[in-house]
């Protein structure tokens, strides 16, 4: 059902009125991690002043380690949606288990599913019966066969609501915290009918290349960049390397803007 074999036209995935899908460029950002109601509001506010909708940050964090900063779970869904309201904005938030899914509807409006999580299939079933859109993020050695097969789980169940995100694949290369996959970008555009976001942000894990790398996924056609803000990324409880701070947001987005009325 995914396949543009059997649905020709782009998918759009409709966020509020912000029309993913539609050719045009979108921008999903906001914290690794909903730290305090403060830290969320001010990333939110900076993202407000540059137009942008669609408001990410992690309430349920998926960690490597069990000891790291788990996320402020329901309380974080809580400070996403009142912020959002405040700004007029959209919530992107990590769902990890089918359990939670119930809930989190009342206080998201794209369920994210992480990369750890691309095969729990009964967490796409879940997701597959709900009517919210759905951010599925590739595996971290997920095949793009495999990404394309987990969309088709949530599609098969009736959502058909789903943007595709690169975010990175596990290669040898350890100068990057991820090995972008560039060429993912118009494979999957071309395979299925979803619209396609890079996440600039896991993949690179440098900030040094989160601009070159949006500029290379909106190049080669992605319809969303993701990545993530901090107000104070040094002592940010997750991704504290790679997170902008506030001016170096909105450097990126002069910037990014400034290259794609390029395209
Ligand atoms: C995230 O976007 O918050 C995240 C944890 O990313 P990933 O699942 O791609 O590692
Ligand atoms: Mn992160």
Excluded: W
Aim: proline residues 5%.
């Amino acid at each position: 059902l995914v396949s543009r074999k059997a649905h020709p036209e782009n998918t759009i995935v409709d966020v509020n009125g912000q029309t993913i899908g539609d050719g045009q460029q979108y921008f999903i950002m906001g914290p690794c991690a909903v730290e305090s109601y403060e830290q969320t509001r001010s990333v939110a506010l900076a993202m407000k002043e540059k137009g942008l909708k669609l408001l990410r940050g992690g309430a349920f964090k998926p960690r490597t380690s069990p000891y790291d900063f788990q996320g402020l779970g329901l309380d974080g869904l809580k400070i996403l949606r009142e912020i959002a309201d405040e700004f007029d904005m959209s919530v992107v938030s990590e769902i990890m288990t089918p359990a939670d899914v119930e809930l989190a509807l009342d206080y998201v409006d794209v369920i994210q599913i992480g990369a750890r999580n691309m095969q729990n299939f009964d967490l796409l079933k879940t997701v597959g019966k709900v009517n919210k859109p759905v951010l599925l993020k590739r595996g971290l050695a997920a095949t793009i066969s495999e990404f394309i097969n987990a969309a088709e789980y949530i599609i098969s169940r009736g959502n058909d609501q789903i943007i595709l995100c690169e975010r990175g694949i596990r290669t040898y290369e350890r100068a990057t915290r991820n090995t972008l996959d560039i060429s993912a970008v118009p494979i999957l555009k071309k395979e299925t009918h979803l619209p396609v976001a890079v996440d600039v942000t896991h993949s690179t894990g440098r900030r040094d290349l989160l601009l070159p790398a949006a500029k290379a996924a909106l190049a080669i056609g992605a319809d969303v960049i993701m990545a993530e803000v901090h107000p104070d990324p040094a002592v940010a409880l997750s991704d504290s390397l790679q997170q902008m701070n506030i001016p170096q947001f909105n450097e990126f987005m002069d910037e990014v803007r400034a290259f794609s009325k390029k395209l």
